[in-house]
């Protein structure tokens, strides 16, 4: 089992930067890849980027890629996943959720993620 609490989410405006955080507990946390989802205001939920639970591998949508980056930090009983979000568009407006998996291959689908978190809202304001 994998208890993810996220944190960081809030107003930005446009051009602006956050920071997502997600702290991953649990039996064998340490190796599950972690990803984030979002979905905005009567959107379907997309795939926004994802990283491999050694921080070795990233993926990322083409919305957000060069804008957005995805870090692991493996500790000793946490395990946080940050995705430093810069550039903020207005589309980007959306509850951002964090998840994993353990697998052997980033996936973009959020089918094969059991686990979830509670849920992030990022508002982006021009």
């Known amino acids: 089992q994998v208890h993810l609490v996220e944190s960081g989410g809030g107003l930005a405006q446009v051009g602006g930067s956050l920071t997502l955080s997600c702290a991953a507990s649990?039996?064998?946390?340490?190796?599950?890849?972690m990803a984030w989802f979002r979905q905005g205001p009567g959107q379907e939920r997309e795939f926004v980027a994802a990283?491999?639970?050694?921080?070795?591998?990233?993926?990322?949508a083409a919305s957000v890629k060069g804008r957005f980056t995805v870090l692991k930090e493996n500790g000793k009983n946490t395990h946080t996943a940050h995705l430093m979000m810069n550039n903020l568009r207005s589309e980007d407006t959306a509850v951002y959720y964090c998840?994993?998996?353990?697998?052997?291959?980033?996936?973009?689908?959020?089918?094969?993620?059991?686990?979830w978190g509670q849920g992030t809202q990022v508002t982006v304001s021009s």
């Open positions: 998840v994993a998996r353990f697998g052997t291959s980033i996936v973009r689908d959020s089918a094969p993620y059991p686990y």
């Open positions: 649990g039996r064998s946390s340490s190796s599950a890849d």
């Open positions: 990283i491999t639970w050694d921080g070795g591998r990233s993926d990322y």
